[in-house]
């Protein structure tokens, strides 16, 4: 298993691995037959028997509550209506450049099931009547863009993807397209730019993509995870579904948990699941230390204070309700070892860098936000700097053109807030409030180093 | 119409009105930086950020559309904040030292922060600095101080059409620059120095010379191309500083060419090819600087002996098509008051056989605002994009929302623009083809054709051109500065006129110069038994009268005319400056004013009369052409020379002053089409931009740009094997035609270009270097040099 633990696993029911090794010519199942043994393209051979209508297909997936898996949440059936019906020329598009910070998800997802997303997509664009799409897969994982192509190459000669699929009328041709590496390329107005040979930057919107996206024409674009599910919405129907979490909060969800936890990994758990039961699917803390904070849903999301994460479940509702975002599902665990201000200093130091430079509070404030904390990491802290990175915050928030200004603004906002006393300290004495051996303790780098490691 | 309220007032507006533009037609600011109204939205500079009723944040006003019933306040408390919070970031890496900055007192930047920035930067860490960029001799750069606003790059994407600046890099390392080395070489180019909010992009040779408001900002027009572009001329101490555009929609819309904003430098030129300051008369071989009276003395004997000892008719006037209405008139009543009927100012035309044959002044044939709303276009003999920038930039707009432009043409150089179909054939060939589309339309109408064209087979690309015409329901069909230099500019004209009354189009001359209008109605040509430009050349004249003319430059054959002056007994050069050849040839030069020292009037492509009065005093002991003719003709003794001002002859000319001249007429009745071939290989001359007139040759930043490169001969890959040659090797051209006894050879470089059609060779013209060679259109010899 591929996965470290699940509770009613749907997505990573087939990963396999054979072997101890990590390594990617080990991993079975992943190859079409494989897929096909497991009922795979079932949904789709389902849907283009029963010649279901693109509007009953976008029916079921209103019907299972499946919520964009990209981080946003915005319902997935709700978002494939808004595409015009009738105009000729539509696109589909597959965000995989999942570039948050602690997701991990869905490179596992093209590693382990890439047919789940060519099933998904191809349902998609039936669903919103696309002839083409596109796979957006980030520069970092270059193998698994191969892999995707060999993938491809399997489900175009199955006749899954082409010219009158399956004797339906259904046709439909789909790419991969790699992406280089830049954060921002994740956000899918600035994804389309890149697939168009631009520079990677965020258009305004509206219009929306599905009015004017890829080339100028409608596009559905979605993350890999959410394509990922259709198929089984498809065979399962969406009450099903939806009954596998809870009310709007449909299906189960992959989450990426990293941090001080003993078992860092992806875990898949139904929607509603409590959070200290995917920690302690994650092994518990490491070394038995106290957890000081979570960032629940990607680094863009607020870090909750432990005695806040600990009440939450895992869905849209619980954690926004606490005052963080559920985001992609990447859970960044933090124990007692970790100075919050260094934290954010790193965070903040990822977005100055990830900026696109397009819009100005972003591109001037997010490299005013790392030198202020970055000051008073290294002790040159200032008794306004406080209100000065809360005001910077604000400056920033919902002036910009994209999401990258809120990613930006929300960590310091919510560090600053609930760590305040943190960084008090580190302003009034020029040093952390937790002392560097403690924090050495807490970093395996460190540890690792100290066992006699060489990197 | 929605109706929405703006800052608590109802207002109505159009359909798909964005909340700024809404503003400004209701008088309100909102402040801005990356908008503007002739690019596409960027909305990045969050500027104008304004509170919308309902909306969760502040909206960009610049990409917010209106929608019925929606609440916009500019100025609430929480517009405002969001304004100066954007203020604050921008001015976080901006230099704040204003007063060494270029822009100083012209800064949008400045003036906002005035109104948004606070008296104190809450940033105290390290600016950025960005390193400044080489965009070629007219644009200067400051990056540093560049707040990343995209304008300059969405002009030349859009407007200029070629992406030759880009923004790389990423967050606050992002910086605008151009392709690796390169530089910025649109035609087009300093329009992104106004367009530019801050002093990022400015003027390379206005730079630090003053400041905006020690400088007088006077109105004044266009001397160069047809199109009459409106300028504002910023004086100090009685010199030029610098030309901006004077924003007039029906013309030049906001913007500038290069020539019309760089070519001042001349203006305050000097040496032996720069102003002539003082009248200069030569005796004995040698040049004295004389008094005026002395000067006019000189002249107007050598004109009244000649006139009188071998007839009036042994005097030719050739007058500069950029000079104005007025000198061109006073000109035109001076040849005649002495009896002479040979004055044209039509210097680079070949084929004068439509004379006497016209029903009008040829024009535009439209307005130039309604180029843009033409849905068909064919354009015929033109460099289109250096002849005539501004009406090229028109049809890219055009072209863009959809209108189908077609070219026939000599040589396939890129337009920048979206052709729906271009045929490119040797000059000699141009008849033929504008004939093919000629014969398809009428076949497509079912119509009769000329019997002249009996033997005309339409080709694909003639048919397609046609299918596209004939589709049309506003089409236009624009001959350019080629057609009319063509030697059989009578027959392209009397086919264009078939062809536009097959397809029931407008049709017109895209003028050459600033006043190839107002020549017409200036009556500056020769009627009846007159001689006209060619002829007056082919058939040397003893005497020469030359007013802002540079023969051997601004003729359709240089050596010729070179040879014409160097023949005459007496040549009186009215000019505003002195050159090699001048000297050399002339007896007597006056030193009279360019557009920017006399008052004076243009006539532009589409009739419109566009007066203006002198920027400044004369340089030197200069003086407006028109007083030094109304001297001259006085010194004749000739009648109705007693004006008073320039707009009394003005008035005399026009019967007052009319927003449009009257009398254009592009019809020709009783030409006769011929469709010749040519043998040999064929001489493709174009006048370069930066050298089509003398102003324009003395302006030091334009003469160092890529446009004004030495000539070159330009072949096709077959061309250069036929001859032996590789690209980069020098060729020796030689004049094949037996016009001209005196046409010599030159030797030049032969370059590649894959847009010049087989068996010709492209050689400019109005260049030193190729005026030796002889007729702009003839066939030339061209061997290894």
């Known amino acids: 298993m591929a996965l470290l633990q699940a509770i009613n696993p749907l997505l990573s029911a087939g990963w396999q691995r054979d072997g101890h090794e990590w390594r990617l010519e080990n991993d079975s199942g992943w190859r079409l037959k494989d897929y096909e043994a497991r009922g795979g393209y079932q949904s789709l051979k389902k849907i283009l028997a029963a010649k279901m209508s693109p509007d009953d297909v976008i029916a079921e997936v209103k019907k299972s509550v499946l919520r964009g898996r990209g981080g946003a949440g915005f319902p997935t059936g709700l978002k494939w209506s808004f595409m015009p019906k009738g105009s000729p020329e539509k696109y589909i598009v597959c965000n995989t450049d999942e570039g948050e910070p602690g997701t991990f998800k869905d490179r596992d997802i093209q590693r382990f099931d890439p047919h789940a997303v060519i099933e998904g997509m191809i349902i998609a664009a039936h669903a919103v009547g696309a002839a083409r799409g596109y796979n957006y897969i980030h520069g970092e994982i270059y193998e698994l863009y191969q892999r995707f192509e060999e993938a491809l190459d399997e489900a175009r000669a199955a006749g899954y993807i082409g010219q009158n699929i399956l004797g339906s009328g259904l046709s439909f041709e789909l790419f991969a397209h790699q992406g280089w590496g830049a954060y921002i390329c994740g956000e899918e107005t600035g994804l389309l730019e890149s697939i168009e040979g631009k520079k990677g930057q965020p258009r305004y919107k509206p219009p929306f993509p599905a009015n004017v996206g890829l080339y100028g024409k409608p596009t559905t674009i979605n993350n890999t995870e959410t394509f990922a599910s259709i198929p089984y919405i498809l065979r399962d129907g969406g009450d099903a579904f939806l009954n596998l979490g809870k009310p709007n909060n449909g299906g189960t969800k992959l989450f990426s948990v990293s941090g001080h936890v003993n078992r860092p990994g992806n875990f898949e758990v139904p929607m509603g699941t409590p959070f200290p039961k995917l920690l302690e699917m994650a092994g518990g803390m490491r070394g038995g230390r106290k957890l000081k904070a979570v960032i629940p849903g990607g680094s863009s999301a607020p870090v909750l204070p432990a005695d806040i994460i600990m009440d939450c479940t895992l869905d849209y509702d619980s954690i926004a309700k606490a005052g963080s975002m559920f985001g992609s599902g990447a859970v960044i665990v933090m124990d007692e070892t970790v100075c919050m201000v260094q934290a954010l200093e790193r965070l903040s130091w990822f977005y100055y860098e990830e900026s696109c430079g397009q819009c100005t509070p972003c591109r001037e404030g997010t490299g005013w936000l790392h030198k202020v904390i970055q000051r008073i990491e290294h002790g040159h802290g200032r008794p306004e700097d406080l209100d000065l990175l809360n005001d910077v915050s604000n400056n920033i928030m919902g002036r910009t053109i994209c999401a990258l200004g809120d990613a930006a603004a929300l960590p310091v906002l919510s560090f600053t807030k609930h760590f305040k006393s943190e960084f008090e300290y580190h302003i009034e004495h020029k040093k952390c409030l937790v002392p560097r051996e403690i924090q050495k303790a807490g970093s395996i780098f460190h540890t690792r180093l100290m066992a006699g490691a060489t990197c | ?785």
């Not at chain 2, 059409?161 to 910025?184: H, N, Y």
């Not at chain 2, 107007?300 to 008139?329: F, Q, Y």
């Open chain 2, 1 to 785: 119409m929605l109706e929405f309220e703006l800052d608590g007032k109802a207002m109505q507006v159009p359909d798909g009105t964005l909340v700024i533009e809404a503003a400004h037609q209701a008088g309100i600011y909102i402040p801005h930086f990356c908008y503007h109204k002739k690019l596409s939205i960027a909305a990045n500079c969050r500027m104008c950020l304004v509170q919308v009723e309902k909306a969760p944040k502040p909206m960009p006003a610049c990409a917010t559309p209106v929608t019925n019933g929606m609440k916009v306040f500019t100025h609430s408390d929480l517009a405002v904040k969001a304004q100066k919070n954007v203020m604050e970031f921008l001015l976080i890496n901006h230099p704040l030292d204003c007063p060494i900055c270029d822009q100083g007192g012209e800064c949008q930047l400045q003036d906002l922060a005035v109104g948004y920035g606070s008296s104190g930067s809450r940033y105290q860490e390290k600016k950025r600095v960005v390193s400044d960029k080489d965009l070629g001799p007219l644009v200067s750069t400051d990056m540093t101080r560049c707040i990343n606003c995209t304008r300059c790059i969405r002009f030349t994407q859009e407007i200029a059409g070629l992406m030759e600046l880009g923004q790389a890099f990423r967050g606050d390392r992002a910086e605008v620059m151009p392709f690796i080395e390169k530089t910025v070489d649109s035609e087009l180019s300093g329009n992104i120095i106004d367009l530019c909010p801050v002093g990022a992009l400015t003027s390379k040779p206005f730079r630090f010379s003053a400041r905006t408001w020690e400088l007088a900002r006077r109105k004044s027009v266009s001397p160069h191309d047809g199109l009459g572009s409106n300028l504002i001329v910023q004086t100090q101490h009685n010199r030029v500083m610098r030309v901006l555009p004077l924003e007039n929609e029906q013309i030049n819309e906001c913007w500038l060419s290069d020539k019309e904003r760089f070519s001042y430098e001349g203006l305050n030129s000097q040496g032996d090819n720069g102003r002539l300051t003082k009248p200069m008369v030569k005796q004995g071989g040698q040049w004295q600087e004389v008094d005026w009276n002395v000067a006019l003395d000189y002249a107007a004997h050598a004109l009244r002996d000649v006139a009188k000892n071998h007839g009036a008719a042994s005097i030719g006037a050739l007058v500069s098509p950029h000079a104005t209405l007025e000198e061109m008139a006073l000109s035109a009543k001076l040849m005649r008051g002495i009896g002479s009927e040979n004055i044209d100012f039509r210097l680079r035309q070949s084929d004068f056989s439509t004379d006497g044959k016209r029903q009008g002044a040829p024009w535009l044939g439209m307005k130039v605002a309604e180029i843009s709303a033409l849905d068909r276009v064919l354009v015929v003999g033109s460099f289109l994009r250096k002849d005539h920038p501004l009406i090229a930039q028109r049809l890219r707009q055009t072209a863009k929302k959809g209108t189908q432009v077609s070219l026939i043409h000599a040589a396939d150089d890129d337009l920048l623009l979206k052709l729906f179909a271009k045929a490119i054939a040797a000059p000699s060939q141009l008849p033929t083809l504008l004939a093919e589309v000629v014969k398809a339309v009428a076949e497509l109408k079912g119509a009769a054709t000329d019997p002249a064209l009996a033997k005309v087979e339409a080709g694909d690309t003639a048919k397609k051109i046609a299918t596209s015409l004939v589709s049309g329901s506003n089409v236009g069909i624009l001959l350019g500065n080629f057609a009319q230099q063509h030697p059989q500019a009578a027959t392209l004209n009397a086919l264009t006129q078939q062809l536009a009354g097959l397809l029931g189009a407008k049709f017109g001359f895209l003028g050459e110069a600033a006043n190839s209008v107002g020549g017409y109605v200036a009556a500056a040509v020769p009627f009846a038994a007159g001689m006209n430009a060619a002829a007056m050349l082919a058939t040397p004249r003893k005497v020469y009268l030359l007013l802002g003319a540079e023969p051997e430059l601004d003729c359709a054959d240089g050596a010729l005319a070179l040879a014409a002056m160097k023949q005459a007994s007496s040549v009186i050069m009215l000019s505003p400056f002195k050159s090699q050849a001048a000297l050399d040839y002339a007896d007597v030069l006056l030193p009279v004013a360019p557009f920017s020292e006399t008052s004076g009037t243009f006539v532009n492509t589409e009739g419109r009369v566009q007066s203006f009065y002198a920027v400044t005093k004369p340089s030197g002991e200069a003086r407006p052409a028109w007083k030094v003719l109304r001297v001259l003709g006085n010194l004749l003794e000739l009648d109705g020379f007693g004006y008073e001002s320039s707009e009394q002859v003005r008035d005399e000319v026009l019967g007052g002053k009319p927003e449009f001249v009257s009398g254009l007429n592009n019809s020709l009745a009783g030409v006769a089409i011929e469709l010749a071939a040519a043998a040999g290989v064929e001489r493709i001359a174009d006048v370069p931009i930066h050298f089509a007139d003398a102003l324009a040759r003395r302006a030091p930043a334009l003469q160092a740009t890529a446009d004004a490169v030495a000539p070159t001969a330009r072949m096709s890959a077959a061309m250069l094997t036929k001859l032996g040659v590789t690209a980069g090797e020098q060729v020796k051209v030689g004049s094949g035609g037996m016009k001209c006894p005196e046409a010599g050879t030159a030797i030049l470089v032969a370059k590649l270009d894959s847009g010049v059609p087989d068996s010709c060779v492209r050689i400019a013209a109005a260049h030193a270097a190729t005026a030796g060679l002889g007729a702009m259109f003839a066939t030339v010899t061209v061997e290894r040099a």
